[in-house]
């Protein structure tokens, strides 16, 4: 299957521990997105890359969250100090330069206890 | 700042029905609407979609109709099957790239 891969598909963590997550696109995209998920939502757009450039970011990435793509390729985003607010389902999905839709992995489903 | 609205929260329809599913936006520089299906433990994948100046597009059993002078668009689903059963959410996109913004979702059930 080569479609978007995330690892892990799941993770536990503690109050203040740091967790980072990481996604690998298609693998012709250049674009990748992050979005974050709670329960009965629809998705909410965290940020943006094209090649490795991060060309946007929500007001939703506070401080503690940052994202990289270092070589344009895979992504990580990473949450520092996690607070109980931070339990979501963090997606990743890819793209094209003018695709006609972006394509999601299946998500990593993070529990903050 | 909700600029998708989606309804119904929720809809059980029997096996054949039609399943119909409403969205209203408020930005008028959304320039592309996409429909998404998610399954529980999966990410959402592109199921259709259509661009403002089209005011309806069908793919198979599914059709998306446009109104862009009321702002609102629908995703019909003809003669609907258990396996369609899943949550479904209306999006739209700006510029020019996939960053979309998702209505709530309509968790769909269709009974047999």
């Known amino acids: 299957d080569t479609g978007v891969s995330q690892d892990p598909r799941h993770k536990i963590t503690k109050r203040g521990q740091n967790v980072t997550f990481r996604c690998d696109p298609i693998s012709e995209h250049n674009r990748l997105y992050w979005y974050r998920q709670t329960l009965g939502q629809g998705p909410e757009f965290l940020t943006y890359f094209q090649n490795e450039a991060q060309l946007e970011k929500s007001r939703l990435l506070s401080d503690r969250f940052s994202a990289e793509r270092p070589k344009g390729s895979f992504s990580t985003l990473e949450i520092q100090r996690t607070e109980q607010g931070d339990s979501a389902m963090y997606l990743c999905?890819?793209?094209?330069?003018?695709?006609?839709?972006?394509?999601f992995g299946q998500g990593t489903r993070l529990t903050v206890v | 700042q909700q600029q998708v609205k989606q309804s119904p929260q929720s809809l059980i329809v029997q096996k054949g029905g039609i399943s119909i599913i409403n969205c209203a936006y408020e930005?008028?520089?959304?320039?592309?609407f996409p429909w998404y299906q998610q399954f529980p433990g999966k990410g959402p994948a592109l199921l259709i979609a259509?661009?403002?100046?089209?005011s309806e597009k069908k793919e198979g059993r599914f059709t998306i109709s446009f109104n862009k002078s009321a702002k609102q668009f629908s995703l019909h689903i003809m003669d609907s099957q258990p396996g369609d059963s899943a949550t479904y959410f209306c999006a739209a996109r700006t510029g020019g790239y996939q960053k979309v913004t998702f209505g709530t979702g309509t968790k769909l059930q269709v009974i047999p």
């Open positions: 259509i661009r403002p100046d089209v």
């Open positions: 930005n008028t520089a959304f320039d592309y």
């Open positions: 999905a890819s793209s094209l330069v003018g695709g006609v839709g972006a394509f």
